[in-house]
């Protein structure tokens, strides 16, 4: 199958816009240390030993020293070049990496070693797979159950964007949590996320709801971008609309002088309104903080998940 020539491109149309865009100095609510701990070496020396990439290292995210440091990783499957180029994420693109068909069998593996209660499972986005890589995704979701049956498992997926039956592979694998990022309003899709589809990206949410109910629906946002108050608290109602449980919202740290330009830095005490508000809209979970990524204590937030579902369960036959 042939990759759309302006998904190869090695560089995106945004940071051409905007090549010397250095981002301001971080305010003292958003630094974080540089990992040191002998846990957070243990982790990559594991990572590096089974040769499977995260997206903790591939997009340089802030809070990789506190996660390994618990040994928490999120795996990031089907190669670790992307063949979309959105303007706020620092994995690589161009041609994709050829697919492994033993990676399912050393994610499992690694998971086992780690003794993990929960795990991410992510993944670049393959517009050049007939599936977009979800058959692949159904494959290592087995392979964490063979090897860690005790394991629950999160997958942050792509949007399977024009790739019939995809979705439906993943959800009969039967994660736990079924993860799409938003990632912006609907206005900065253009500049922040081109290759994506707003409205597509919801509807796969709530077909996922659809299809396994059981599933945890999960749904994040970057903050400081350009969007407007009023606009977030519409891609809030938009998610509730689709039946999600789980809703992530952090700061956008722009990566490289190259990405798209930070906008501003949003205080502390605004992502507490957001969740607040957020909260008041009926999502059983949410996390808002300058910190908070889509995995960022995943596996504390599945168990909070589990009792809040069991909790409104138990209101209903009350």
């Keep these: 199958m042939t990759v759309p020539v302006e998904n190869m491109r090695p560089r995106h149309p945004e940071k051409a816009k905007n090549p010397d865009s250095p981002s301001p100095r971080k305010p003292d609510w958003i630094r974080v240390k540089a990992p040191t701990s002998p846990e957070y ?115 942050l997926t792509p949007d399977f964007l024009r790739k019939d039956g995809a979705l439906e592979m993943v959800v009969e694998a039967k994660p736990d949590v079924f993860n799409h990022n938003l990632e912006t309003v609907p206005k900065l899709y253009t500049a922040v996320r081109p290759g994506a589809r707003y409205y597509h990206s919801l509807r796969l949410l709530d077909r996922v709801r659809q299809l396994d109910p059981s599933i945890f629906t999960k749904s994040g946002l970057m903050v400081g971008l350009g969007e407007e108050k009023p606009e977030v608290l519409q891609v809030m109602d938009d998610l509730r609309c689709a039946d999600v449980d789980f809703l992530t919202i952090g700061q956008y740290l722009q990566p490289t002088p190259k990405h798209h330009p930070l906008n501003r830095f949003v205080t502390p005490a605004e992502f507490d309104e957001y969740k607040s508000l957020a909260t008041a809209k009926g999502f059983l979970l949410v996390s808002a903080t300058p910190l908070t990524r889509s995995s960022y204590h995943a596996d504390r937030d599945f168990e909070a998940l589990r009792e809040a579902r069991e909790k409104l369960l138990a209101k209903g036959k009350g």
Excluded: Y
């Design 41 to 155: 070496l243990k982790t990559r020396d594991l990572m590096r030993e089974f040769k499977l990439n995260t997206v903790c290292e591939e997009a340089a995210c802030p809070n990789i020293g506190e996660c390994w440091s618990q040994r928490h990783a999120t795996m990031m499957i089907l190669g670790s070049v992307c063949t979309r180029a959105c303007a706020f994420c620092n994995v690589a693109t161009g041609l994709p990496d050829r697919l492994d068909p033993h990676e399912p069998e050393r994610v499992g593996e690694a998971v086992g070693r780690l003794g993990l209660r929960h795990i991410v499972i992510t993944s670049v986005d393959r517009d050049d797979l007939d599936d977009g890589g979800a058959g692949h995704f159904a494959r290592v979701i087995r392979c964490i159950r063979d090897a860690a049956p005790g394991t629950t498992i999160e997958v």
